[in-house]
């Protein structure tokens, strides 16, 4: 296995690590509502709220990212590029959702570019 797809598995580990932590936090908001038929929306709001958006935030991207990766491996043009990029994009990642939990202006927008960095490297190993 590729050293990126070793790295799209820990990507995959991490969104398996924040939709437990945003289910975790949003049943302790509302409660059994959330085991409901849910026909009124409740809006998350505070650290729950905020880690959803976050999960959401990264199954937004994890699509391009899983696809560049997988392009990667099967044209076998992974390289040096390819490498960084896969790791800018775990590592934002990884510091997103902390960044976001945090609500400093910035943080997260910061740690949005390295992941948004990191799929742009992967696209121009794929390409060039």
Same mark, same amino acid.
């Given at each position: 296995?590729?050293?990126?797809? &070793?790295?799209?598995?820990?990507?995959?580990? =991490?969104? =398996? +690590?924040?939709?437990?932590?945003?289910?975790?936090? +949003?049943?302790?908001?509302?409660? !059994?509502?959330?085991v409901g038929?849910?026909?009124?929306? /409740?809006?998350l709001t505070?650290?729950?709220?905020? @880690?959803? /958006?976050?999960?959401? !935030? =990264? *199954?937004?991207?994890? %699509? &391009?990212?899983?696809? @560049?990766? @997988?392009? *990667?491996?099967?044209?076998?043009?992974?390289?040096?590029?390819? *490498?960084?990029? +896969?790791?800018?994009?775990?590592?934002?990642?990884?510091?997103?959702? %902390?960044?976001?939990?945090?609500?400093? %202006?910035?943080? /997260?927008?910061?740690?949005?570019?390295?992941?948004?960095?990191?799929?742009? *490297? @992967? =696209?121009?190993?794929?390409?060039?």
């Amino acid at each position: 296995m590729t050293s990126e797809l &070793w790295v799209l598995t820990g990507v995959i580990v =991490l969104a =398996l +690590a924040q939709v437990s932590l945003a289910t975790f936090w +949003a049943q302790a908001q509302l409660g !059994n509502w959330r085991v409901g038929p849910r026909d009124e929306p /409740r809006p998350l709001t505070g650290v729950a709220g905020r @880690l959803d /958006r976050a999960y959401k !935030n =990264l *199954l937004e991207t994890l %699509p &391009w990212f899983a696809a @560049l990766v @997988l392009l *990667l491996h099967l044209t076998e043009r992974g390289g040096q590029l390819s *490498l960084i990029g +896969a790791h800018l994009y775990f590592w934002g990642r990884v510091g997103y959702a %902390p960044a976001y939990i945090t609500g400093i %202006p910035w943080f /997260r927008t910061v740690f949005w570019w390295v992941s948004m960095v990191g799929i742009v *490297l @992967l =696209l121009v190993e794929v390409v060039v």
